[in-house]
């Protein structure tokens, strides 16, 4: 089945615990993104990349770093996460980051800071 | 002014009816345009893609183009109560880099 995959679900985590969100794809898609999404701002791109070795922020990287040394994989990680984190993530992937394909995303890592 | 705008709602709408959802964005060299929908709890869940102006079909669903006027909409016809859930529109940017950037939803509920 194609799909994107996040794990973990649900994270609790304390202030500046280091932490990772795993984020995979099957369908040999080229674009990699991820959101996160808060009541009343919507979804907000935190950063993207084009294919592997190739990313870029989105517009709200500050606090998160990202690398994509497969394909497939694009973890999100958080270096020192702060309780203005808490949020719900999506990853998302497309074919292509141009044209008309849009993005498949994940299940969502609901994550809290406490 | 925001990117991509859509009225929050709720919007209410009678089962078996047409439901008209509307977004407008600001970018005029706007390439490509989707509308996810998203139930409580979940994740978004593209139904329709549109890049050209005019009308798309897919079954009870139409996407509906306007350049010119930087507007899009999607029509539910049969309105069922299924369909309640959060509607979002997106616009891909064209840039050197493209990206997709969302509205804030219009929550939609069909009542029986």
């Known amino acids: 089945e194609a799909q994107v995959t996040q794990n973990p679900r649900y994270l609790i985590t304390v202030t500046g615990k280091k932490l990772t969100v795993t984020c995979s794809q099957n369908?040999?898609?080229?674009?990699m993104s991820w959101y996160r999404q808060d009541p009343g701002l919507g979804l907000r791109q935190i950063y993207y990349?084009?294919?592997?070795?190739?990313?870029d922020k989105g517009d709200v990287p500050e606090g998160y770093k990202v690398s994509r040394k497969e394909k497939r994989n694009f973890p999100l990680i958080l270096e020192s996460p702060s309780p203005n984190q808490t949020s719900l993530y999506f990853c998302?992937?497309?074919?292509?980051?141009?044209?008309?394909?849009?993005?498949?995303f994940g299940s969502g890592t609901r994550l809290t800071v406490v | 002014q925001k990117e991509v705008e859509q009225n929050s709602g709720p919007l209410s709408v009678p089962e078996g009816a047409i439901a008209s959802l509307n977004c407008t964005y600001s970018d005029r060299v706007s390439q490509s345009f989707f509308w996810y929908r998203q139930y409580s709890g979940k994740s978004p869940e593209l139904i329709m893609s549109i890049y050209s102006n005019g009308d798309k079909e897919d079954g009870r669903f139409t996407a509906q183009l306007n350049k010119a006027s930087q507007y899009v909409s999607l029509l539910i016809r049969d309105s069922q109560p299924s369909d309640s859930a959060t509607y979002l529109c997106?616009?891909?940017?064209?840039?050197?880099?493209?990206?997709?950037?969302f509205g804030s939803g219009t929550r939609l509920s069909i009542r029986p």
């Open positions: 998302a992937s497309s074919l292509s980051g141009q044209g008309v394909y849009g993005y498949t």
């Open positions: 990349s084009m294919n592997v070795e190739v990313t």
């Open positions: 997106a616009v891909r940017i064209y840039s050197s880099a493209s990206k997709i950037i």
């Open positions: 369908m040999n898609h080229e674009y």
